[in-house]
């Protein structure tokens, strides 16, 4: 009997196994052409969205590169071109200065306050942290224009400081501030959870364990935010538009009207001048470029401490 059961079980299994075979040829055939058709799909998408990249690019580097290597147009002030000289057009040293001192106070004002708070959300499970943990994430997607109307209101309206660089620094900070949370919560939650546990089993409080084990861990992921906000917040208009007050002078000082690269590009796109509009795209790559090398600068760090810690 145990014979003939294992025998009607291995003729069993056979004819399964055929039976799959048969379904499997028969099929072969429509999932080739499915894969075949899933695949020119693919690189149809991957051909459609680098075509109009690839050619912005070139373009903008045919119409910026001639403008980057003019004389002067990294030393001189703006100037106007005229009906017998249309091609004075100067250069952007006052917006070169005006968007490193807008960039260096956001910086120092957004980056603490940010790591901060963003090590709060990650830490603690409490109401609050998670009220603010929703205000972040809301607040990474929405029209930045929104940061330009709030520094208006409070800096410009309520303390009547003017249309400064400080108003400029105030709305760019906020801009920075809900990617900072947001970057820097996620680095300290992919800290394993180990070494937390380590340090508390060795009889250390947690707010020491958070400040010696946790923080140093996730110091990577934090910094890489910290550009990543940085690099976004150079090549912002809207914010800074309304309250930066356009000026043509040199000055760090935070209560004087200043300029910014992408302020100076927005004004010369609208000129009437063709020197003007050329000198935009310049403007246009040298805030790409500004920006490849923050996200590329960001990314090799990263990568070269995630091989240390390895």
Not at 160 to 168: N, Q, R
Request: charged share 10%; net charge positive.
């Amino acid at each position: 009997m145990t014979q003939i059961t294992s025998s009607s079980e291995q003729i069993t299994s056979g004819e399964i196994r055929a039976h799959l075979r048969e379904r499997s040829a028969a099929t072969l055939r429509r999932r080739i052409f499915v894969s075949k058709v899933m695949t020119v799909f693919c690189w149809a998408a991957i051909v459609l969205a680098a075509i109009p990249l690839v050619a912005l690019l070139l373009r903008l580097f045919v119409k910026g590169i001639p403008v980057l290597l003019k004389s002067g147009f990294f030393t001189q002030l703006p100037q106007q071109p005229t009906l017998f000289d249309q091609t004075n057009t100067g250069g952007v040293s006052n917006a070169i200065i005006g968007t490193i001192a807008m960039i260096v106070y956001a910086t120092l004002a957004s980056v603490p306050i940010g790591i901060i708070v963003g090590i709060y959300t990650a830490e603690s499970d409490s109401k609050f942290a998670s009220v603010i943990r929703v205000i972040a994430s809301t607040m990474v997607g929405a029209p930045s224009i929104l940061m330009g109307l709030f520094a208006f209101g409070v800096i410009v309206v309520q303390l009547k400081l003017g249309f400064s660089i400080l108003a400029g620094s105030f709305a760019l900070s906020v801009l920075m501030l809900p990617v900072l949370i947001s970057s820097t919560e996620i680095a300290v939650r992919n800290v394993p959870t180990t070494l937390r546990e380590a340090g508390l089993a060795l009889g250390a409080k947690p707010s020491t364990t958070s400040l010696r084990i946790v923080l140093p861990a996730a110091t990577t992921g934090i910094v890489t935010g910290a550009i990543l906000a940085i690099s976004r917040a150079v090549g912002e208009t809207a914010p800074i538009l309304l309250v930066i007050g356009g000026a043509y002078a040199i000055t760090w000082k935070p209560n004087d009207p200043g300029s910014a690269l992408s302020v100076s590009m927005y004004q010369d796109v609208s000129s009437s001048y063709d020197s003007l509009r050329d000198q935009a795209w310049g403007i246009g790559l040298l805030l790409v470029l500004v920006i490849f090398v923050l996200s590329f600068a960001a990314r090799i760090w990263a990568a070269r401490k995630q091989k240390v810690q390895r």
